[in-house]
């Protein structure tokens, strides 16, 4: 036997040491594995007495665990909304400052608001009897009149409009009723003194284009007067009984 | 002879630090996958001592074996019979019996040297 492995060294790498070394590499890898594959294992056996105890509490966390997931994952979900409502948010803030400045406006025109800011005041008045003209209606101030005036304004800009003191809102009525005037549901004397916040300039020069509403009151023998007002404050129609 | 246990420690390490979890499931195949590589090495060894070593029976041996015993394995589990014990048995048993011939025949050889030690001296 010795002999006979001094005449094989001289040459190890002949076939049959090839094979020899392949089959003990197979089975030592074959043996390292199964080593380290049950290795986990018998760390998990060597505590058998609380085996049972660890398996419940092992159940417990993965219940827990899968609990935590869910709620991560909803939590995650919910995240993602907030961002795309940041995100539609920030894209649309220049849109969202202006939806509430045009909500203010409206707001105002609803007379919701109560209105304040510089204005002018028209004061309608009904002519000085004149004992030539038999039809008094010839020297009276009529709702035809403050219709003018208060179209005029409108189509003018005016953000918020009342007629002594009575705010006007987008479906005030008004009405002739002989010698006073009904603005919803409440009746006024001559003098009509209609107030208008906006811009003064463009109110006042609407008024008085020539052939305007300020003419054909003058025509009809309404005393016109106006002023610019630096404050004129105006109730919300809530304020108001 | 040193090539095979280098090789051996090879595959040992090999095997340690691959870091493969394989399913419970074929556990029983690994461990009858280990039997049949030690009997057909130890088998290999004894044949070597006992100077009828061919190449071809060792290899084939080697893998034939274990697929043997893996098909039986498999085998078992799907009808729900533990076949794989005839081959943990039958590797067993031949495991010992190889290395009982091994044994005697290294003591053998210790007693020769012995003895041709004393007549030299």
């Not at chain 1, 202006?98 to 510089?118: D, F, V």
């Not at chain 2, 870091?19 to 009858?32: A, F, M, R």
């Not at chain 2, 011939?101 to 007693?111: E, G, M, Q």
Request: charged content about 20%; overall charge negative.
């Amino acid at each position: 036997m010795n002999n006979n492995q001094r005449t094989k060294k001289p040459s190890p790498f002949t076939r049959k040491y090839m094979i020899i070394l392949t089959v003990c590499i197979i089975t030592g890898f074959i043996i390292g594995f199964s080593y380290n594959s049950s290795k986990d294992k018998r760390t998990l056996s060597s505590a058998s007495p609380y085996y049972e105890q660890e398996n419940q509490y092992r159940e417990e966390l993965i219940v827990q665990q899968e609990r935590n997931k869910e709620l991560t994952d909803e939590l995650a979900e919910l995240e993602k909304k907030i961002r795309g409502y940041e995100k539609e948010y920030s894209s649309n803030e220049v849109q969202y400052e202006r939806n509430i400045k045009e909500a203010q406006q409206l707001r105002l025109l609803l007379g919701i608001g109560s209105g304040e800011g510089k204005g002018i005041k028209v004061t309608l008045q009904d002519a000085d009897y004149n004992p030539a003209s038999t039809n008094p209606n010839d020297y009276i101030v009529h709702e035809s009149h403050i219709f003018k005036v208060l179209n005029e304004l409108k189509i003018a800009g005016a953000e918020a409009i009342a007629i002594n003191g009575q705010r006007l809102k987008m479906n005030s009525y008004i009405s002739c009723n002989g010698p006073v005037i009904t603005v919803d549901g409440k009746q006024y004397p001559a003098p009509f003194v209609i107030e208008a916040v906006g811009k003064q300039d463009i109110l006042l020069s609407a008024l008085e284009l020539t052939g305007g509403v300020f003419d054909q009151l003058l025509n009809e023998h309404v005393v016109v007067t106006f002023e610019k007002s630096e404050l004129i404050q105006m109730q919300s129609i809530n304020e108001e009984g | 002879m040193w090539l095979p246990l280098l090789g051996l420690i090879f595959g040992v390490m090999l095997g340690v630090l691959t870091d493969i979890q394989i399913p419970s499931v074929y556990e029983n195949y690994l461990s009858i996958a280990v039997l049949a590589a030690l009997d057909t090495m130890f088998g290999g060894i004894r044949a070597q001592l006992q100077q009828v070593y061919d190449d071809k029976v060792f290899i084939s041996g080697f893998f034939f074996n274990i697929l043997l015993a893996a098909g039986l394995a498999f085998l078992g589990v799907h009808i729900g019979v533990d076949l794989y014990l005839a081959a943990i048995f039958a590797f067993g048993v031949r495991l010992f019996q190889n290395i009982a011939v091994i044994r005697r025949i290294l003591l053998t050889k210790l007693d020769n040297r012995r003895l041709k030690k004393s007549e030299n001296s």
